[in-house]
Each structure stands twice: as structure tokens, then as C-alpha cells.
């Protein structure tokens, strides 16, 4: 297993299969047989450039392709329907592929769910060879790896192997050995929680810098909002979780040189009343020059945690203050509502250093929407979960009640939608056009909502098949690093169709190029192809 760690991109890269001028320095390195991978990523994606310098040969069309694979869940073993693997489709344009994991050396076809993850396939050259090779770039989305967001880790990783093969020359490369067998030895990625500097100028609090990777003045009334193409872009967006309260390096370093040397964090929960200090404990992992150490944190018997010298590489840099507001290792969670924070540092001996003054605001919400489906009915009759119902050609659609609310006014988008068929069926959208989508301000949903399900250009339901209606919902509510939280409840119903061939009719697979189906066209094997 060989580790590496990626370094942040400060703006998205753009793929183009080719190496633009700075849009890699800086990465990470991973060397590899007949090339190097290079490593960046920001609070959505992992990038990954394949500088593959031994394939020479710029064969044409879908002739060359990898495997990329993930432990999401790093387990160190291959978890059935839950890791993934990522391909090419066998036939132009490029386009990634993604599939899950079925056990040791097999795999669903290709999913028909939708993916933001994308790559691009080039040929020339590169700073690591003149000589034009194949590159590969690509953006992996880090929700789709077992990443739910860069604050929710004290070091967060992930685990992969690599396949590349190349038609002129020929080879074909397993980066471990055999990974897609045994997860054991899948070489590990460290990812970076934020930039070196990590806000833009001008925009971070004069002491509480910011939260996670959002600057405090894009914080007010205790929500945030920032502007795309910062990462993260959130809107009105309320806090929650693991919060990571990020020092102003500039001042912090003044204040380092004047002789702080501890500090107290205060709070209160509303805008009036008194500050008192606020007890915490956490972790944070330091660069020792050739490997990672972890350090913990706490609060001496006056309440005072020590100032750290700002010249120590941490994972998470310029980590001041962690505060779990959902509670947790014996800590009450945060009340929902606005609450408020203030820094005073203290030198070796207790007295007070004057430090710029600052009271960060923030609106503290870790409670999910609240989401019901209150019924089901077709040609006037109520639906219970678990029926066989018949349709018939008539005008008559399906009808759902259902409430997806959120009283504190932060939700930001829900869905209903219906889950059929195999792994790779996408499923079927119920709402009309708009709705669910947030639409601005604080914005509470619906408290009771009845929908007819679509009739055109396909009567809903499609086909005989049990369906699963599946409403849900996200919380326009961030950590810092983006919009965390999900919530979803279902009920089940099998409707039927006379004169509609039922989904269970055998379906060809989809098939990433490097596999082929199994003998029965059940699941999809690999297959050595240069």
C-alpha cells in the first residue's frame, strides 16, 4: 500500500485531457508503473491526472481505458452494491461510467443514475515527459467515494486501486496487483481539508477567520451565503455539525508574538445576556516532516486551551476551536436559534491580551425536515402501502400526499420520486417541474402537498413493477466545507399494467470498456484487453 497526500485546488480544475499551464502545481504525487498520478481536490471532487509517460501510442476511438476503484466505506474489503468503480462507455464520446461492486471481480453494469464526476482523455506532452503520451483527467465527486463532507473527518481519506491499459504499446497495469479482488492493499489518498490560505483577502474575521471553509464576513444574522466559483457555494445557509472555527493567521500570529499563549472560547446562546466559557475537547493531525501524529485537545481548569505556534502544519490548518453542535461524547447538543461566540487570549501567566474584538454570530440547526407521506390514492381509492393495484388507460392519474417542511425555514430541496427495477434503472421524478427547488429566503417547503403523478409523455406507472416511493429532503444547512444532512422516508406499492411487458423481461447490460457480461448476463466480469 503506498500513501499519498493531495493538495488543494483553489479553483475547480478545468479537464481537458491536457496539462493547462499551473493547473497542476503543487499536486500531490503518486508515482506508478508507466506513469505518475497527480492529486488535488477541493470540498466536492478528488481530481486526478493519469500522466500515463509509457503509453506512447495515441491509439484511436475507446482503444485505451482504466478502472478506478473505491473502498467507500474503508472497510478494507469489497462491499457488495456500495463500492464503485468507474470506467469508460465502450464507444464515443468519452464519458465516465460508474458501477458498483458485487463481490471479488464482478460488478452491476453501468449505473443509470446520474454522476457529476467527469473525464477527459488527451495526448501530448507533460512536465513529467516531452515525449506526447496519454493523459487521462478526471473529477471523482467525493459524495460518491464515502466522503460526505471534509469537516466530518479529523483526517480524511480514501482508499483506491487503479487499472490503465494501453493498446500501443500493450500493457495493461493493476495498481496494487489484483486490487479488484481483495481490497486489502488499496493505496491511500490523504485528502486536503483547505487552502494554505485559506480565505480570500479581505474576507476572513479579524480572529474566528471563518467557519470551516467559509469566511465570517460572508456570515450575517448567523447564516452564510457565498458566490460561485467559491467552494463552497452555499445560500442562506444555517450551521451545523462539526463545526471548525479557523483562525486569522495574520493576526494570530501577532498575537503569538506578543506573547499569547492560551485562550478561552465564550458563548451564549441568543444576543443578549453573558458570555461564559465553553468546554470542548478535539483532535487535529500534525505533519511531522514524514508521517502524521495525532494531537488532542482540551481545556485546563480555568477554562483556557493552548495557542499552538502557527508554524505547525496541521491537517486541518489553523484549527482554533471544533465544536460538535449536535452534541456527542457526553456534551449536550445545541439548541436550535442563533448563538454567539468571542476569543480572549490570555499569556503564559493568565493575563489578558487585547486582541482585535469580534462576536461571530451563528444560527445552529441540526434538526432534520420533517417529512411524511401521508397517502397514496388511485381512481378516488385510497392506496395502502404493500397493495397490488391495477392501471388502467384512463385519464385517472396516481395521486400522493405528502408533507416535506421545515419550521426553522431552512430546507433547501426535496424530492418524490419512484425507485424501480435493477441497481442501473434510473428512477422516475413525481413532482411537477419547480417544485421542490429552493426558491429563496427562509424557505419552510410544504406542510401538506397533494401531486398528480406524470401522465405524459409516459403514464406513471410505466411498467408492472413494485415501486418504492421514496420522498425526500436536504437542509439548506453547512459545516463549513458544504451542505450537510438528508432525510428520507418510503412506501412500497406494486402496480401492474395489462398489455405493458413487465421490467422483468431480461435486459441487455450496459458494460464499461474492459468487461464483458457473464455467461447468463446476470453481472459483468473483467477482462484483460489492451
Partial sequence: MTTVTSHWATTPISLSGSFSPGE????????????VILLKNDATFLYLALDLIGDTGNSPGVDDYFWLSFDVDRSTSITPNFDVNYGIYPSLPIKIARQYYLGPGSWTGILGTSTSSVVRQGFGPSPN????????????????????????????????????????????????????????????????????AIYPPGMAGPVIGGVGLIPATTISGGRATTTAPYVPTVTNAAFGGTLNFIYNRPNIL?????????????????????????????????????????????PDSNDCYGLQNPSLDYSTKDLL???????????????????????????????????????????????????QIYGITYQGASVAP?????????????????????????????????YYG???????????????????????????????????????????????????????????????????????????????????????????LGFQYDPENLYVVGIDRA
Fill in 254 to 298: 501577532a498575537l503569538w508574538g506578543a506573547g499569547a499563549r492560551k485562550y478561552r472560547i465564550l458563548h451564549r446562546f441568543g444576543s443578549s445576556g453573558s458570555f461564559v466559557p465553553l468546554r470542548r475537547t478535539w483532535a487535529n493531525y500534525r505533519w511531522t516532516g514524514s508521517t502524521y501524529v495525532l494531537d488532542s485537545f482540551g
Fill in 422 to 512: 435493477g441497481p442501473g434503472t434510473p428512477p422516475i421524478n413525481l413532482l411537477p417541474s419547480g417544485m421542490g427547488s429552493y426558491p429563496g429566503g427562509n424557505w419552510q417547503g410544504v406542510a401538506d402537498q397533494w401531486i398528480d403523478c406524470p401522465v405524459s409523455p409516459t403514464k406513471f406507472p410505466p411498467v408492472t413493477c413494485a415501486y418504492q416511493i421514496r420522498l425526500s429532503a436536504y437542509p439548506r444547512t453547512t459545516n463549513g466545507y458544504g451542505y450537510i444532512g438528508y432525510k428520507e422516508v418510503t412506501t412500497h406499492v406494486t402496480f401492474r399494467r395489462a398489455g405493458v411487458a413487465p421490467f422483468s423481461v431480461s435486459q441487455p447490460l450496459e458494460v464499461p
Fill in 129 to 196: 515527459s516531452a515525449t506526447p503520451h496519454r493523459i487521462w483527467e478526471m473529477r471523482i465527486a467525493l459524495s460518491e467515494i464515502g466522503i460526505a463532507g471534509l469537516g466530518g473527518m479529523t483526517l480524511p481519506y480514501v482508499r483506491f486501486g487503479l487499472r490503465v491499459a494501453s493498446t500501443s504499446p500493450s500493457f495493461v497495469t493493476d495498481f496494487p496487483p489484483a486490487f479488484f479482488t481483495n481490497f486489502a492493499s488499496l493505496h491511500q489518498i490523504y485528502l486536503a481539508t483547505g487552502p494554505d
Fill in 24 to 35: 497542476w502545481t503543487d499536486a500531490g504525487v503518486m508515482p506508478m508503473p508507466n506513469g
Fill in 321 to 371: 476551536f471544533q465544536l460538535n453542535s449536535a452534541g456527542g461524547s457526553g456534551d449536550a447538543p445545541l439548541p436550535t436559534g442563533v448563538h454567539e461566540f468571542q476569543v480572549e487570549f490570555q499569556n503564559a501567566v493568565g493575563a489578558v491580551i487585547i486582541s482585535p474584538p469580534q462576536t461571530l454570530q451563528l444560527y445552529i440547526d441540526n434538526a432534520m425536515p420533517e417529512l
Fill in 386 to 418: 404493500c397493495s397490488i393495484i391495477d392501471i388502467t388507460e384512463t385519464p385517472d392519474p396516481v395521486r400522493v400526499r405528502f408533507r416535506a417542511y421545515d419550521p426553522e425555514g431552512n430546507l433547501l430541496f426535496f424530492g418524490l420520486q419512484a
